[in-house]
């Protein structure tokens, strides 16, 4: 058993992101952060002060632990930003 | 019986405790709420002699950032690091920038008169203001560096000035009335918990010091006065120097009791910037005004346009403590023997504390002051 | 913009029942919420384009929540999701709800309302001890909303920890998605109820509910201990084990009963911390509730003591979603002036005084302190070690502000939200750290652009 087959889901075929260099599947309508947690990937960060890796935390923007850099731009909480196709993430 | 006991823990009655021991007293410290919970914990720690015009102020000023550079240095109390570095002291130095030719006229004369009395200031002319600011913004007229102006964490700064003072700290314990003596005198303080008899007291209450003055029948009149400051997310460094406009000069001289404000905009180690000031006088009243972060906001990234898209996490407001004439009341208050007032700083009672603790220290020991004590001396006051 | 009759924040189940509510009763409506979808955490489910054919396996009272959904359509209610509000405030003329629109895009938009029901929920309430920064830690909240919202496990091998009974039917999704789950470590007692036997069998529903639970995970063969604790987290980059130990009655662990179970994916939580922010920037008197936790006070109609502003749901007190949906439909009905059928105040009453016993019967106990050691990281954002809140209050920081202050836990980008309630602990004062004038993050660029009026 998955979670797909648990609710009976068929999603739309997934398109492609980009993190740290590595494609990695995205279905229409995840966020970055379930992209990355399915695709195995569990550390996508370092703290500044000890450089320990982050990943998902809260899982619900609360905690800001999982944010990213979204296309180059301002960092984003992975948990709360929808996949785009194309899109190119890197750690905080 | 201590010798002293100072009435508030911030960072002014910090550098009293501190500066009274190192004289030799015995002290206690009596604050109605945690160590540095008012004033001091809403404040940037800014060590600045800058923003100050020729006068007694700046010569108070000039002291204390010597005094500062000294403490840092110390390594004390049995500590492994340099005072400095449990307090975040940073030497990062100021840059005061001006929009236009005439305000960069005004503020070269201001540096001119400034240079008499100790303060080293550097022109800098528009086109090396981004050797000093990388990213500052584009079209500025000029600026001036003052490499004396340095920062510490004000909070830390008044916590181990007392632990180092040695000073026996009562926190939680308000100040309810003040014991008197013979011939009036103030031999203590009671406060909810507890009497505790003292030779002297001192009036360290900040904000609040009015009130403290008012059991002993007197008026001081030390008023709040509002700002805010804006912290963004940590960022890598952007901002090197304390860096503000000519503007902000003018808004710590002025006795408009409307809303002012002016950008002063700085990083710290933590690798969040800090964005003031805003000046109102509007009591106590703490509710958050939307349109004076939005003006802290504008003229933040009209300074540094790089931070257009750095966010905001948090925001706070603390209250200056205010004194009509700009200047703090130091001093023994001759109205009533055993008082002595160490309060109304408004906005530089970081920077201007260790020299404040000095001359408490001379006055309540006898001792030679390190300045003429004069102009901040409580009499000015009395009616 | 025309000035709204209500608005609403937060579309789970207060906020929807109260939205339905008022828009039946002909106001003109904005429900705000900071997702993708409606629904909010408990209702959190799957976006359309998965084409879930079963998508209330994963929920209890789903049909409730489609209810509500449906009805949406045909009222006057603006729903506008992705909008996350930063900051509440009350005008001469009204409310103003400033927010942020777009996942990315962060347009400011401010809705105008005569009147304002904050219910904002609640999030995972958490506790730090030795590696809880590692990551394959996560809330018990967080792990369900993986699975509830995004259809993606938390990981393979799953450890549940914590107290109160949420950590069962985080443990039965998991584990009915295919995950193993190795034990539901609940730092109470598991039969906290029990002590209550008349308030179970006044809700024969929750027992059901409990029942269906414990079938599933019986099922999985997913053993549930009492007395027991996660109390340390293992793992280089990742995590990899946790130690488990026996605690006693005050949470403090009993030497020689630690073991370690292999893992890559601990599922914690104890209990819940509403998200106060908006009511606080608003000015609503808050109070006590029976955990200790901080929340709104209202009064029979959900009203706050600031004109015009209610509020619902866990914000009021944590109770669950049942209580959630009975008090959003009194605060809506309230909000447009309209008195509520006594029924619906018998049952708030009844579900009341169930969470009332579920707070007594899951108390969150002091030895966990135990757990920490001097590099134990309190604040996962400033990284502050339990070391250097000693240092602090020894320096003379005595609530949770002022260690704040000395010490930074709370200052970091979270503001508190994940270590306010262990911070507010150590320093002995209840306050915490929810005072928060800016709710989200705000670029600089669009505060400087606020202008505080709408139109």
């Not at chain 3, 006044?202 to 019986?218: D, F, I, M, N, S």
Request: glycine share 14%; aromatic share 6%; hydrophobic share 45%.
């Amino acid at each position: 058993m998955n979670p797909l087959e648990l609710v009976g889901a068929s999603p739309e075929p997934p398109f492609e992101i980009v993190f740290a260099g590595t494609p990695v599947p995205a279905y229409p309508g995840q966020s970055i952060a379930a992209a990355l947690q399915g695709a195995g990937i569990r550390a996508w960060r370092t703290t500044r002060v000890r450089a320990r890796p982050r990943g998902l935390f809260c899982g619900i923007g609360v905690c800001f632990d999982c944010v990213v850099v979204v296309n180059g731009s301002a960092t984003l909480r992975a948990c709360l930003t929808e996949a785009r196709p194309g899109d190119e993430v890197e750690p905080a | 019986m201590p010798d002293v006991v100072v009435i508030g823990s911030g960072v002014v009655g910090a550098a009293c405790a501190y500066y009274a021991a190192r004289a030799g007293l015995t002290v206690t410290v009596v604050d109605r709420g945690p160590v540095a919970g008012g004033t001091t914990g809403a404040g940037e720690g800014n060590i600045l002699v800058s923003d100050k015009g020729p006068g007694a102020e700046l010569d108070l000023a000039t002291l204390s950032a010597r005094l500062w550079r000294d403490l840092a240095a110390e390594v004390a109390g049995g500590a492994e690091r340099p005072f400095g570095d449990l307090v975040e002291y940073e030497p990062k130095g100021g840059l005061v920038v001006a929009e236009t030719p005439g305000i960069l006229n005004a503020l070269t004369g201001l540096a001119d008169r400034q240079r008499v009395h100790g303060v080293t200031a550097v022109a800098v002319p528009p086109e090396d203001l981004r050797a000093y600011e990388p990213h500052l913004a584009g079209g500025l007229a000029g600026g001036v560096h003052y490499p004396q102006d340095a920062q510490v964490q004000p909070m830390l700064a008044a916590a181990h000035l007392i632990r180092l003072s040695g000073a026996r700290t009562r926190t939680g314990a308000e100040v309810t009335g003040l014991l008197r003596g013979a011939g009036g005198r103030v031999t203590g303080v009671r406060t909810a918990r507890g009497d505790i008899p003292a030779g002297a007291v001192v009036n360290a209450a900040g904000t609040w010091a009015g009130e403290i003055a008012a059991f002993a029948g007197l008026t001081l009149p030390v008023l709040p006065r509002r700002g805010f400051i804006l912290v963004t997310e940590p960022v890598p460094p952007l901002i090197r120097h304390k860096v503000y406009t000519a503007a902000y000069v003018a808004g710590v001289a002025s006795d408009d009791a409307g809303l002012e404000t002016s950008a002063v905009v700085e990083g710290t180690k933590a690798g969040t910037v800090l964005i003031g000031a805003s000046r109102e006088r509007v009591g106590f009243d703490r509710t958050v005004s939307l349109p004076v972060l939005a003006r802290l906001a504008a003229q933040a990234t009209a300074l540094f346009p790089r931070l257009a898209d750095v966010r905001v996490i948090r925001t706070y407001c603390g209250f200056r403590p205010y004194c009509p004439d700009h200047l703090p009341v130091i001093g023994a208050d001759r109205r009533t023997p055993g008082l002595f007032h160490a309060c109304g700083h408004e906005g530089a009672g970081i920077g201007l504390a260790p020299a404040t603790g000095r001359l408490i220290a001379a006055a309540i020991g006898g001792a030679e002051p390190p300045v003429d004590p004069a102009p901040f001396l409580p009499g000015r006051f009395a009616a | 913009m025309r000035p709204y009759d209500l608005a609403v924040v937060g579309a789970g189940p207060a906020g929807l029942a109260c939205a339905v509510a008022a828009g039946r009763a002909g106001l003109r409506v904005v429900l705000v919420d900071g997702g993708p979808r409606l629904g909010g955490q408990y209702y959190r489910h799957a976006p359309p384009s998965y084409r879930a054919t079963r998508p209330g396996v994963l929920h209890h009272g789903w049909r409730t929540f489609a209810a509500l959904a449906a009805a949406l359509p045909a009222l006057d209610v603006d729903v506008r999701l992705r909008h996350r509000v930063w900051a509440a405030e009350t005008a001469p003329d009204g409310l103003r709800l400033h927010c942020l629109a777009g996942d990315r895009e962060e347009t400011p938009v401010t809705f105008p309302a005569a009147r304002l029901v904050v219910a904002t929920g609640a999030h995972d309430r958490v506790l730090p001890f030795p590696g809880w920064d590692l990551p394959g830690v996560l809330t018990a909240g967080g792990a369900q909303a993986l699975l509830k919202g995004e259809l993606v496990l938390a990981g393979r091998k799953v450890v549940v920890a914590g107290t109160g009974p949420f950590l069962l039917p985080v443990a039965a999704g998991l584990a009915a998605a295919g995950a193993r789950v190795r034990g539901v470590f609940e730092a109470g007692r598991t039969a906290g109820l029990a002590a209550h036997p008349g308030i179970l069998l006044a809700h024969p529903g929750k027992l059901a509910e409990a029942a269906g639970y414990g079938l599933t995970l019986a099922a999985h063969r997913v053993p549930y201990r009492g007395r027991h604790a996660v109390v340390a987290a293992h793992g280089n980059t990742a995590l990899t084990s946790v130690t488990v130990a026996k605690v006693d009655a005050g949470w403090g662990p009993i030497p020689g009963t630690e073991r370690m179970v292999p893992c890559d994916t601990l599922a914690v939580g104890y209990g819940f911390t509403p998200q106060l922010e908006l009511a606080l920037q608003l000015g609503c008197a808050t109070r006590t509730d029976a955990d200790g936790g901080h929340i709104v006070a209202v009064d029979a109609r959900q009203a706050t003591d600031v004109p015009g502003v209610y509020a619902a749901g866990e914000s009021t007190g944590v109770g669950g979603a049942p209580l959630a949906l009975v008090e959003g439909r009194i605060a809506g009905l309230a909000a447009a002036g309209r008195p509520a059928p006594a029924r619906l105040l018998r049952l708030r009453a009844r579900l009341r005084e169930f969470a009332r016993a579920l707070h007594a019967a899951y108390p969150v106990r002091d030895g966990w302190r135990g757990w920490l050691r001097d590099d134990t990281v309190v604040c996962r954002c400033e990284e502050v070690p339990y070391a250097r809140l000693r240092e602090a209050l020894a320096l003379g920081a005595a609530d949770a502000r002022s260690v704040k202050l000395l010490a930074r836990p709370g200052m970091g980008p979270c503001q508190g939200r994940m270590c306010g309630y262990a911070v507010g602990r150590l320093a002995g004062s209840p306050e915490g750290l929810g005072h928060r004038p800016i709710a989200q993050p705000i670029r600089l660029a669009d505060l400087a652009r606020f202008e505080g009026d709408p139109t």
